[in-house]
């Protein structure tokens, strides 16, 4: 469960986007020798020159060479998608292109791409495959002709977006319910707010497949692991619900979450927030006084486990400054409780957390969303049979009916159902069937109002989904044990991909169908909603944000938690910190530190395909063998450069075995293999087989397992750091925006 749990946690709700090259976004450009190029963007770099004949050099594509090939790529990219949807093997398909150019206007080109298809796929798949070219983004922004704006600006780093929609206008004010504000305004305050603090956000991609059903993902151009996912039922509500999100999650840090915020930060006067406390542990570690209340610590301690040390705070890594706590109001009486933030970032992920245009309209938001995920996993755990909602009913609702109906006309059944429990919660249902796969997806949405909660049950189904990726849902079991275990919950958090029951969809339904209703004033349904809460016998904790806008936390002990209590002993996200720093130091240590790193990973339990990403919070590029690497190779390198080659050669072999690592590195431990076979072995000798091995694997392939073998290459691919972090632009660039937020708190904090 404990890697699973590493796993997913790093998701965090990852946007389900299945495209080929519709995001948007910034492509910064450095100048380099004569007239190479470098054009970056995320976590990629691409070289472009031109040929010798223009001055150039020739040693990369040309800029319209790269044109030119990403129409092909992209058309390619479709074919494969309709292949691996219907597991039609793509040995032996073929596919060029050809740009002709009219003689008499160079502009003016044709573009042919062709295909070759074995005789064995039938003319039904030979139509879809057209079919499914002809859908090629590139080829679709080309068609449409796309309009090129030229502006010079002071600052390509201060330039702050200015913007993602028009500035409102007051004769054009579009309400919705839930809403104090009109969309317009709500969105140019939002987008005020990040432009001051210095956030370029950009609209990576945008989705609309069905009527009435839009959403997008957004993005800090900087630093593009800040991005949030929106949905609503018109453009403008999808972008006012994203950027809604990424406020609330700079607010509440939820974008840093378990991430390293460096030594800068962790030593600074405040780490989270201005108004945080820290608490001490004894010589005991036991819990220090102040920490929770007798109410929460009977909830997360009930064995008297709970220790001082599992509560230091991820973030910082700043053992000796103890435990970070922050403050929340106990709703039953106003009294401040301290949550460590630890315990916050171990159980809590995203849930119960929301901006808006004032307080009360942010809190309804957070009790929405806490009643739809605990209502939701109630109802998978116990397999509990929702009644349909009648069609007279859905009848009232028309746009959302054309959304189900389009959902429908493209093969994939509907079915609605009243998820109130008979009234007691404010939560819908809708469930979508894929007969082509078997496979089902139960979507749930929460609101005062039934209209509102239906709505976010259908656009949270299709957040950004294209009708490919609900071939990619789960099939659904009669395993009551797979459906109640705490990860498939997990995965239903995360992107409602878990498991549902075949029991869900038996006509023997539970409950009567309720046509309920709690809206009122977001200041009445907020009330309404602790009341529900209050009947449970639950007590709620609240922190409310203004440092950008407004937003606000809302914790419900044994009640909204995403991970098991029991995580804050056995798989709390500070197991980074006995590593952390060795891990990143790698290169300098000892035989005598590199042998006790390697013993606490063999005594961790730990498994051995978590990542060293995930492991110690810090952000590798991706592209790199850092950014791949897995406390298996981790150990299997420690164990070369001390020279135990038996306990390596174990390890290599599981790591081939069960290699999910890049071609190159894989043929690296073939090759490492190959010779510590030979190494272990008084029979064999190395030179009797250079020969082929250079053949096989290429001179400096060998060069470095051999030298990695005998010890002379340490840690072969792992480019030096240290805690100071140098080199790794990924993770600095999340740094860099926090530091941005960091500054804005401590600035208000000093007015």
């Not at 694997?697 to 691919?717: D, L, W």
């Not at 990924?730 to 926090?738: A, N």
Request: proline fraction near 4%; charged fraction near 25%; charge should be negative.
């Amino acid at each position: 469960m404990g890697a699973l749990n590493l796993v997913l946690n790093r998701v965090k709700a990852c946007f389900l986007a299945l495209d080929c090259g519709t995001n948007a976004m910034e492509i910064k450009v450095n100048f380099l020798d004569n007239l190479r190029l470098e054009a970056k963007f995320d976590d990629f770099s691409v070289i472009a020159d031109q040929p010798i004949r223009y001055k150039g050099d020739g040693s990369a594509p040309s800029p319209f060479d790269y044109f030119l090939a990403s129409s092909a790529l992209c058309a390619a990219y479709f074919v494969k998608v309709y292949c691996n949807a219907r597991e039609i093997s793509t040995d032996g398909i073929r596919l060029s292109q050809n740009n002709i150019v009219d003689p008499e206007d160079r502009y003016n080109q044709v573009f042919q791409i062709q295909v070759e298809l074995p005789e064995s796929i039938s003319d039904k798949d030979r139509e879809g495959i057209l079919r499914s070219i002809d859908r090629c983004t590139v080829k679709k922004v080309v068609q449409t002709g796309p309009e090129f704006k030229l502006e010079t600006v002071a600052n390509l780093d201060e330039d702050a977006q200015a913007m993602l929609m028009a500035k409102p206008d007051d004769a054009e004010n579009t309400f919705i319910l839930g809403k104090d504000l009109p969309l317009e305004q709500t969105i140019a305050n939002m987008t005020s707010i990040l432009a001051e603090l210095g956030m370029k956000i950009e609209i990576s991609s945008w989705r609309n497949i069905v009527p009435n059903v839009w959403s997008l993902h957004i993005r800090d151009a900087a630093s593009p692991m800040c991005f949030t996912n929106g949905k609503g039922a018109t453009k403008e509500s999808a972008l006012c619900s994203a950027l809604g999100e990424f406020i609330e999650r700079l607010n509440c840090n939820f974008f840093y979450n378990d991430q390293f915020l460096g030594e800068d930060i962790a030593n600074s006067e405040f780490v989270h927030y201005p108004n945080e406390k820290w608490f001490k542990p004894d010589a005991s570690d036991a819990l220090p006084e102040g920490i929770l209340d007798d109410y929460t610590r009977e909830i997360y301690d009930p064995e008297g486990e709970l220790l001082g040390s599992h509560l230091i705070d991820t973030n910082s890594g700043n053992v000796e400054r103890g435990i970070c706590a922050i403050p929340y109001v106990r709703h039953s009486d106003g009294e401040t409780v301290y949550f460590p933030s630890n315990l916050i970032e171990n159980l809590f992920l995203s849930n119960g957390m929301s901006a808006g245009n004032n307080f009360a309209e942010a809190k309804v938001q957070c009790l929405s969303e806490i009643f739809e995920r605990a209502v939701k996993r109630q109802i998978i755990e116990q397999e509990i049979v929702l009644p349909d909602v009648p069609q007279a009913v859905l009848d009232k609702y028309p746009s959302i009916v054309a959304g189900i109906k389009g959902l429908e006309e493209q093969g994939f059944p509907v079915v609605v159902k009243d998820a109130s429990l008979g009234g007691q919660f404010p939560v819908m249902c809708v469930t979508l069937m894929n007969p082509k796969t078997g496979g089902v997806f139960a979507s749930f949405g929460a609101h005062p109002s039934f209209e509102v909660a239906l709505e976010r049950s259908l656009t949270e189904l299709l957040q950004g989904r294209s009708f490919e990726g609900l071939n990619d849902v789960p099939k659904p079991t009669f395993n009551s044990m797979a459906v109640s275990e705490p990860e498939n919950f997990v995965e239903h958090f995360i992107d409602s991909t878990g498991v549902i029951s075949w029991r869900f969809f038996s006509s023997k339904f539970d409950y009567e169908f309720c046509e309920w209703d709690f809206s009122g004033t977001n200041a009445e349904e907020t009330e309404s909603l602790f009341g529900i809460l209050k009947d449970l016998g639950k007590e709620a904790y609240i922190a409310e944000f203004s440092d950008l806008g407004t937003a606000c936390r809302i914790l419900v002990p044994d009640y909204s938690e995403v991970y098991p209590v029991e995580d804050l002993i056995w798989d709390n996200t500070n197991k980074a910190l006995q590593y952390r720093a060795d891990i990143l130091n790698i290169h300098s240590l000892n035989k005598r530190a590199l042998r006790k790193l390697v013993e606490r990973l063999e005594e961790s339990q730990l498994d051995n395909y978590i990542d060293i990403i995930t492991l110690i919070g810090v952000e590798f590029d991706e592209n790199t063998v850092w950014g791949q690497v897995t406390i298996l190779e981790l150990k299997i390198l420690i164990y070369l450069a001390l020279g135990e080659l038996e306990e390596a050669i174990d390890l290599v072999e599981s790591f081939l075995q069960f290699n999910t690592n890049t071609v190159q590195r894989g043929l690296f431990y073939q090759a490492v293999h190959a010779v510590l076979e030979i190494a272990l072995d008084d029979d064999l000798e190395l030179e009797d087989f250079m020969h082929n091995f250079n053949r096989m694997f290429g001179a400096e392939v060998m060069k470095n397992a051999i030298g990695t073998v005998t010890g002379e290459v340490k840690f072969y691919g792992l480019t030096p750091t240290s805690m100071k972090l140098e080199g790794l632009e990924r993770h600095q660039r999340l740094i860099d925006s926090y530091k941005k937020l960091h500054a804005a708190r401590a600035a208000k904090a000093k007015r």
